[in-house]
């Protein structure tokens, strides 16, 4: 077996490779189950219950405040330990499916360093809720050329992005349908899925998650006139090949939870249980841009045959390499989509001024800033935003290096690695 993170081969992958996962109260054992194996390999890991906890609190707390510590929760051993059992069993390029127990479901173990870099690099990763999950949801679904688009809500300065998400994702499939305002509220979706199902292979929520520890079938999506519940979903029948959840998703809210992951096992398996053959959902709370670049990535390699799980693989890696002058062109891209509502364009401008200044591009910053300023388009919370903004510009002015547009923008985990694939990964 390899002892190396080798770049996978650009064939189609070897196999699959089933990692289970049991979080006792001194040890966390890895269960390896191969094709070729007469029996699964049980790895047993020193890292207890008490620690992976630990971490997780250590990683909510990061994304609520620093975000930038991220990586150095992922990077601790740890979390290593949890992930190195891989590299005996998967081959590069091998999809592995990942079994999370307890507090593990929380976590992104696809982005964890397994050699040169994160396992996401040298494998496509999914996850299931059970191996007979995998089993029932095995090539069951429409393909992922058509899409439904909901748009629904988002919270604080991102609502604008909702709308940009739809469009942008839109382009990737042949005749879409976008539902928006009243046609996307909670009533009106619920009475169209009872009555015909879902008539496309992708159903896209450009909206805001929410789950519910402490009432997993509460957790959901928001949208116009109430949240779409897991208890909801259950009642409903996704024949599709894709869910996908678009936007944020709120911590665990409400009450004491059973046990931690109990919201997001709530919404997945409402999910796959319904008829979809997979989800995508995001582990934090996701900023609008870079979620919808990597969306939009990965739609295109769903639209050009690639599986699920290796496009969504391949979307990480494309969104770490993109730069200043990358992110600045896509943002050209969203203004054109956005024409005809003020606010939306704004949000994206107010976006703009912030590319320049962290290409240290202060006079260009300062330009968007001014210009915004100048208007009469502005919300009450952006444009307290532009005028930080141009605070910031100002003080940045003559400081430094010339502007590097070279820069890239998107290296944090907190931007690749929130989406998590859940279920049938081709």
């Known amino acids: ?20 996962y049991y979080v006792g109260e001194g040890a966390t054992y890895v269960f390896g189950v191969t094709a070729d194996a007469d029996r699964p390999d049980i790895v047993p890991v020193e890292v207890s219950r008490a620690d992976l906890r630990n971490l997780a609190d250590a990683v909510r707390g990061t994304l609520s405040g620093d975000p930038a510590g991220l990586a150095g929760h992922l990077a601790d051993e740890r979390m290593r330990r949890l992930v190195a059992p891989l590299r005996r069993w998967a081959a590069p390029g091998d999809v592995v499916c990942l079994v999370p127990h307890d507090v593990l479901s929380l ?43 909901v748009t629904g809500l988002w919270p604080g300065r991102q609502e604008a992005f909702a709308g ?7 382009r990737w499939f042949g005749g879409p349908e976008i539902l928006t305002g009243g046609q996307a509220s909670r009533e009106e979706l619920l009475t169209r899925l009872r009555g015909t199902g879902t008539p496309a292979g992708v159903l896209h929520f450009a909206a805001h998650g929410v789950l519910d520890a402490g009432e997993p079938m509460r957790s959901g ?26 936007a944020c998703r709120a911590g665990e809210d409400g009450h004491a939870p ?18 979809a053959s997979a989800a995508l959902l995001a582990l934090w709370q996701v900023d609008a841009l870079p979620a919808g670049m990597l969306l939009g990535s990965f739609y295109a390699g769903l639209r050009d045959g690639t599986p699920k799980a290796e496009a969504l693989r391949r979307a990480r890696s494309w969104l770490r390499e993109r730069t200043v002058a990358d992110v600045l062109d896509h943002a050209v ?24 200044l962290a290409a240290r591009d202060a006079a260009t910053a300062i330009g968007v800033f001014s210009s915004l300023l100048a208007g009469n388009d502005l919300t009450g919370e ?45």
């Not at 809720?129 to 679904?141: F, H, I, K, T, V």
């Open 333 to 356: 891209g969203a203004r054109a989509r956005l024409a005809g509502d003020p606010a939306a364009v704004a949000a994206v401008r107010l976006e703009e001024g912030r590319l320049h």
């Open 1 to 20: 077996m390899p002892t190396s993170g080798d770049t996978p081969p650009t064939g189609p992958p070897a196999r699959v490779v089933l990692a289970e």
């Open 164 to 170: 940009e998400q739809s469009l942008a994702v839109a």
């Open 258 to 275: 059973r046990h931690p992951g109990d919201g997001l096992a709530g919404l997945t398996r409402a999910l796959l249980y319904a008829g």
């Open 382 to 426: 952006q444009r307290h935003a532009a005028e930080v903004g141009m605070l910031r510009a100002r003080l940045a002015a003559g400081r430094g290096a010339g502007p590097d547009f070279g820069l890239r923008v998107f290296t944090d985990p907190r931007h690749w690695a929130p989406f998590v694939l859940v279920g049938d990964w081709r």
């Open 221 to 246: 999506i928001e949208l116009a006139g109430g949240r779409l519940t897991a208890e909801d979903i259950l009642g409903l029948r996704l024949d599709v090949d894709l869910v996908t959840l678009g």
């Open 107 to 149: 976590l992104p173990l696809h982005a964890v360093p397994l050699g040169d870099g994160p396992l996401t690099d040298r494998n496509p990763v999914v996850s299931v809720p059970s191996a007979s999950a995998l089993r029932r949801r095995a090539g069951r679904g429409r393909r992922p050329d058509t899409a439904l688009i």
